[in-house]
């Protein structure tokens, strides 16, 4: 998949499964576990694709709290809080603490 061959490609272990963490424990049920009934038939072909390559062992799945959901810094609006532990959790930090 792209993210292991970015990881190689950055100098860091490419030949380990990447792990998807992820906070919605009913999604990795049916990742895990396919099961097909009145629920689930309306899901898009892009979920067969992700079950395929978790089947294929391409990555892992982990579960993680929300709160802990690091990925939430780039795709929700964030109280300022959040923000900035979530911020301190990937590592960047202002020039402000920088130079102080």
């Known amino acids: 998949m792209w993210i292991t061959r970015l990881m190689i490609s950055l100098s860091k272990t ?3 499964q990447p792990v998807l963490f992820i906070d919605n424990q009913s999604a990795i049920r049916l990742v895990k ?3 097909f009934h009145k629920r689930t038939k309306h899901i898009d072909v892009r979920y067969h694709f992700i079950r395929e390559k978790y089947e294929e062992g391409q990555f892992q799945l982990q ?3 929300t709160e802990d959901q690091i990925a939430d810094i780039l795709t929700k609006p964030l109280v300022k809080e959040r923000f900035e532990k979530l911020r301190s959790a990937i590592g960047v930090t202002t020039i402000k603490e920088i130079i102080n």
């Open 14 to 16: 490419g030949d380990k």
């Open 33 to 35: 576990n396919p099961e």
């Open 63 to 65: 579960y993680i709290g």
